[in-house]
T-cell receptor, first 113, second 115 residues
Framework: AQSVTQLDSQVPVFEEAPVELRCNYS??????LFWYVQYPNQGLQLLLK??????LVKGINGFEAEFNKSQTSFHLRKPSVHISDTAEYFC???????????FGKGTTLSVSS | DSGVTQTPKHLITATGQRVTLRCSPR?????VYWYQQSLDQGLQFLIQ???????AKGNILERFSAQQFPDLHSELNLSSLELGDSALYFC??????????????FGEGSRLTVL
């Protein structure tokens, strides 16, 4: 069965600092990987996705993630964060397009000045 | 705006009661998914419908049921409500079951409070 572990429940950083949000997954087959962001009182919005091909995936708002099959990881990075990046970030996995995504428990990113 | 519409946005009710949450998927999307988000359990997949038929079940309680209608909107019915059912319920949609992208499009959720 698939599972997702987000290794940090909370990540506090200062504005303009780099950040990495860690995600590890467990699956016996090839996977599709996603990062979603949830701003307060809003739904989930897709940041980026890995389906196949290049292991470095670029998304919206300057975020990128790297798929590492040997380490079963899909860490999210941003070289310089803004106050507006403060939100909840969710890593998710699915084994087949069109099936439900399995989410991690989320990481709260808090950016302060 | 994802194009997925959920109503009501907020709902307060009492234990033992029954509520219905409604979801309209994006135009053209055939699959609808329901998720429950709570502080202790995170985002839990409940159930998926595809073109009116149940496609997959997750951690959905027997007190909960769902259906997808011919116009593709979906309803999640929660009955015999307990305090622990208080949560944010999300609906998501995607195109064909065999979508190449795998991405789900989420609504803004229905916040249920059981008192």
């Amino acid at each position: 069965a698939q599972s997702v572990t987000q290794l940090d429940s909370q990540v506090p950083v200062f504005e303009e600092a780099p950040v990495e949000l860690r995600c590890n997954y467990s699956s016996s087959v090839s996977v599709y990987l996603f990062w979603y962001v949830q701003y307060p009182n809003q739904g989930l919005q897709l940041l980026l996705k890995y389906l196949s091909g290049s292991t470095l995936v670029k998304g919206i708002n300057g975020f990128e993630a790297e798929f590492n099959k040997s380490q079963t990881s899909f860490h999210l990075r941003k070289p310089s964060v803004h106050i507006s990046d403060t939100a909840e970030y969710f890593c998710a996995v699915s084994e087949q397009a069109g099936t439900a995504l399995i989410f991690g428990k989320g990481t709260t990113l808090s950016v302060s000045s | 705006d994802s194009g997925v519409t959920q109503t009501p946005k907020h709902l307060i009710t009492a234990t033992g009661q029954r509520v219905t949450l409604r979801c309209s998927p994006r135009s053209g999307d055939l699959s609808v998914y329901w998720y429950q988000q709570s502080l202790d359990q995170g985002l839990q997949f409940l159930i998926q419908y595809y073109n009116g038929e149940e496609r997959a079940k997750g951690n959905i309680l027997e007190r909960f049921s769902a259906q997808q209608f011919p116009d593709l909107h979906s309803e999640l019915n929660l009955s015999s409500l307990e305090l622990g059912d208080s949560a944010l319920y999300f609906c998501a949609s995607s195109p064909l079951s065999g979508s190449r992208t795998g991405e789900l499009f989420f609504g803004e959720g229905s916040r249920l409070t059981v008192l």
